[in-house]
Nanobody, 121 residues
Framework: QVQLVESGGGLVQAGGSLRLSCAAS????????MGWYRQAPGKQRELVAT???????NYADSVKGRFTVSRENAKNTVYLQMNSLTPEDTAVYYC???????????????WGQGTQVTVSS
């Protein structure tokens, strides 16, 4: 089994910053892509940012230039630095990882439990 544990959400004023962390643990052989998604009330879950094991990144247009995704492969951890936050960034943020496990030896997508980010105007 694999667990993803997120931390770092909270309440912040518009223009402020937050840093989210997500650590993967369990029967991990390797992790390819890691990333962040978010879901606002009444909306579908959407991609925020992803990063490959080699460090290649991809961002939603709405967060480009404000958010930065990074990872520490040795710690199986992914981060999301969020700057210049606006009320439109308010959502539950979910960590995602594509994990290859030891037993069974297969790749699957895993999700964290979600962390609330609220940006006040």
């Amino acid at each position: 089994q694999v667990q993803l544990v997120e931390s770092g959400g909270g309440l912040v004023q518009a223009g402020g910053s937050l840093r989210l962390s997500c650590a993967a643990s369990g029967s991990i052989f390797s992790i390819s892509n890691m990333g962040w998604y978010r879901q606002a009330p009444g909306k579908q879950r959407e991609l925020v940012a992803t990063i490959t094991s080699g460090g290649s990144t991809n961002y939603a247009d709405s967060v480009k230039g404000r958010f930065t995704v990074s990872r520490e492969n040795a710690k199986n951890t992914v981060y999301l630095q969020m700057n210049s936050l606006t009320p439109e960034d308010t959502a539950v943020y979910y960590c995602n990882a594509r994990v290859r496990t030891y037993s069974p030896l297969k790749s699957s997508d895993y999700w964290g439990q979600g962390t609330q980010v609220t940006v006040s105007s």
